[in-house]
């Protein structure tokens, strides 16, 4: 195995570890992100069934970061804006 598959590899299993480390802080939404852009990208163009796991795997690579992203502002964001919008200024 070269370093190139070692690095995609741990490249994808640093990802998910990052989305379940914070659980908390939005990282069920990368988990969300990553299954959607595997889903997505998978019937895409591709002649054989290897080629389109691996439009999936990019995909899901895609996914997680923006996933992790709008998940932490639903979870840190929204709840912080929404305390200031209700709140009236001392």
């Known amino acids: 195995m070269g370093l190139r598959v070692l690095l995609i590899i741990a490249t994808f ?3 998910i570890a990052l989305c379940i480390v914070g659980r908390n802080y939005g ?18 163009r591709g002649l054989d069934w290897g080629e389109r796991l691996g439009n999936g795997y990019v995909g899901a690579l895609m996914g997680m970061p923006v996933g992790l992203l709008i998940g932490g502002f639903i979870a840190l964001g929204g709840p912080w804006l929404l305390n200031a919008v209700n709140n009236p200024p001392q």
């Open 13 to 15: 299993a640093g990802m």
């Open 27 to 44: 990282g069920i939404g990368g988990l969300i992100g990553g299954a959607l852009g595997f889903l997505v990208r998978l019937p895409g």
